[in-house]
T-cell receptor, first 113, second 110 residues
């Protein structure tokens, strides 16, 4: 497996609290992505990054923000968590030199009560 | 961006039987990728198809890219219990982002 870690792996939080998920890679890949996975929806792109400090919105970005201050780290923040954000969150990386195939982290299971 | 539809959502297969999952895009794709996710795991890259009409095989798995580069299929022969999981197709347009289908979740009856 590619060198991708996510932290925390599991989190339970209350509605209205801020939450930050971290993705760390050791592959020096240029592109990083945050997805959420919900039954019946597959993987939906939240935000992505195409370089340090370069980020853009995906298809389900409302309520989420991201930051990338270093190549290896990509942070996803839920400013004020809602129950609809209960999901499994996956980070992925890709690189042009590897045909943009994506390597996924182990995932973070987030429950908002 | 492109929308990718995948059917069926669920596939219950008797061990030893064959099955096929299909993927269709609303727009022409530059390539299509397939991933497998085991229960409780993360998606793992299987293969990428780039050329119109391309067919690739991995042991009992056969992947095909349509002539118009808008559809793809994954055919598994002689299904085994190790094939259990969810198979996703993911289409790439003109940039580096992927649009994932909803996946086909495969269960196998021994």
């Amino acid at each position: 497996d590619a060198g991708i870690t996510q932290s925390p792996r599991h989190k339970v939080t209350e509605t209205g609290t801020p939450v930050t998920l971290r993705c760390h890679q050791t592959e020096n890949h240029r592109y990083m992505y945050w997805y959420r996975q919900d039954p019946g929806h597959g993987l939906r792109l939240i935000h992505y990054s195409y370089g340090v400090k370069d980020t853009d919105k995906g298809e389900v970005s409302d309520g989420y923000s991201v930051s990338r201050s270093k190549t290896e780290d990509f942070l996803l923040t839920l400013e004020s968590a809602t129950s609809s954000q209960t999901s499994v969150y996956f980070c992925a990386i890709s690189d042009p030199g590897q045909s943009y195939e994506q390597y996924f982290g182990p995932g973070t299971r987030l429950t908002v009560t | 961006g492109q929308q990718v539809m995948q059917i069926p959502q669920y596939q219950h297969v008797q061990e030893g039987e064959d099955f096929t999952t299909y993927c269709n895009s609303s727009t022409t794709l530059s390539n299509i990728q397939w991933y497998k996710q085991r229960p409780g795991g993360h998606p793992v890259f299987l293969i990428q198809l780039v050329k119109s009409g391309e067919v690739k095989k991995q042991k009992r798995l056969t992947f095909q890219f349509g002539e118009a580069k808008k559809n793809s299929s994954l055919h598994i022969t002689a299904t085994q219990t190790t094939d259990v999981g969810t198979y996703f197709c993911a289409g790439r347009g003109n940039d580096y982002k992927l649009s994932f289908g909803a996946g086909t979740t495969v269960t196998v009856r021994a």
